[in-house]
């Protein structure tokens, strides 16, 4: 598995949200992440940084790809947002896990394919 520039952006957004969180879950203190808003805004940013960075190559290309892929990371990525903000609004500390759990999914999800897509023009330029 080869991961682009932009997917090892991704992924270490992704990695700091799911920290964050994890060490706000075990109550270990970090400045300025006490309380459960602070830490949905983290990984909201964090979510939204890993999302921006790796859409490849094009937001127009990504319309034009897969409708299934649109299909389905927009939904995943509209649950995750709803959550987000359920979570702020009624300091909900489950809402916070759908959002966490939403992001994880969405790279995850965006990492596979990017990695198949990479291989597969790696395959097409060897067989030329």
Do not use: C
């Amino acid at each position: 598995m080869r991961l682009g520039r932009r997917d090892w952006i991704a992924t270490v957004f992704v990695v700091v949200g799911v920290v964050v969180y994890l060490v706000w879950l075990f109550d270990v203190a970090l400045p300025g992440l006490s309380s459960g808003r602070a830490v949905t805004l983290a990984v909201l940013a964090t979510g939204v940084a890993a999302s921006a960075s790796a859409v490849v190559p094009s937001f127009v290309q990504l319309l034009h790809g897969s409708k299934l892929y649109l299909v389905v990371t927009s939904v995943i990525g509209a649950v995750a947002l709803v959550a987000g903000i359920i979570a702020i609004v009624n300091r909900s500390e489950g809402m916070l896990a759908v959002l966490v759990v939403a992001t994880a999914v969405l790279w995850i999800i965006a990492t596979v394919r990017h990695t198949r897509m990479s291989a597969g023009s790696r395959l097409a330029a060897a067989g030329r």
